[in-house]
């Protein structure tokens, strides 16, 4: 089974649909090896043997755009990437996948739960790493507010599924920039627009316009402000306030 498992998955292209089959079938095989504290110890063949099927299962996901099945198998790998180290030779992929699952947590917004993972890594890796530094310098570019190299980095990254959850924080990106320029401005040029948020051509900029039911009005994007009076900033009233401020911080100097 295992051996038709890795025949499927080194397939181009991948058939996903029999691999997912395979998996299937792997996880409910592997059951029955020596994993249980009833079953006695597991041996390094069975440790290697399992670890490499959820391996595939972790690419599998990301291929498939499956989100919660990833942070499965993750969660299952883990285990033998740090939990049975120097029991096992390391894995080839180990970089690699803690790399992605850190994307995950990334693109996601779980930065508490990015930092935690970090932690548990080599601070050396941070740096010298091509798969951990990628996600780390992402994570600064985000805390810098720098989103166009967050989109640069679309095109250079060190594995193909790094790819999916970039993907996933640039258009986080543009609609939390979207939001603010709705909020920003009356009406804003095509070419402006295209610029900060990202997109390479109008026909990119257009069709997201309209997903977000932006009116055109010859080279500009008009946006309707239905703000509440109430949510109306009094300027004379903040001005007021600032002058307080400053007065009683100079009393304090």
């Known amino acids: 089974m295992y051996q038709n498992l890795i025949k499927d998955w080194n397939k181009t292209p991948k058939d996903l649909a029999e691999v997912g089959k395979?998996?299937?079938?792997?996880?409910?095989?592997?059951?029955?090896?020596?994993?249980?504290p009833t079953n006695g110890t597991p041996t390094p063949q069975e440790l290697v043997l399992a670890r490499d099927v959820l391996e595939i299962g972790v690419q599998w996901s990301v291929q498939m755009g499956d989100i919660p099945s990833f942070e499965r198998y993750m969660s299952q790998l883990k285990c033998y990437y740090f939990d049975y180290s120097g029991v096992i030779p390391d894995s080839p992929l180990l970089n690699q996948l803690l790399g992605l699952n850190l994307m995950c947590l990334l693109a996601q917004n779980r930065l508490s739960e990015f930092h935690t993972e970090l932690e548990l890594l080599p601070?050396?890796?941070?740096?010298?790493?091509?798969?951990?530094?990628?996600?780390?310098?992402?994570?600064?570019?985000?805390?810098?507010?720098?989103?166009?190299?967050?989109?640069?980095?679309?095109?250079?990254?060190?594995?193909?599924?790094?790819?999916?959850?970039?993907?996933?924080?640039?258009?986080?990106?543009?609609?939390?920039?979207?939001?603010?320029?709705?909020?920003?401005?009356?009406n804003i040029s095509i070419a402006e627009a295209s610029r900060m948020l990202m997109f390479k051509t109008d026909k990119e900029i257009k069709a997201y316009a309209s997903k977000r039911g932006w009116s055109t009005h010859f080279n500009n994007f008009v946006f309707k402000h239905a703000v509440e009076t109430t949510e109306h900033i009094q300027s004379v009233k903040l001005i007021q306030n600032f002058l307080g401020y400053a007065k009683e911080l100079e009393r304090i100097v």
């Open 22 to 36: 395979q998996l299937t079938k792997m996880k409910i095989a592997l059951t029955e090896l020596q994993f249980m």
């Open 123 to 186: 601070p050396k890796d941070l740096q010298e790493n091509v798969y951990i530094r990628c996600p780390v310098s992402l994570e600064q570019h985000l805390m810098e507010g720098n989103y166009s190299k967050i989109y640069l980095t679309k095109d250079n990254v060190p594995c193909a599924d790094y790819s999916f959850f970039i993907n996933i924080l640039v258009e986080t990106l543009r609609d939390e920039i979207a939001d603010c320029v709705e909020k920003s401005y009356e």
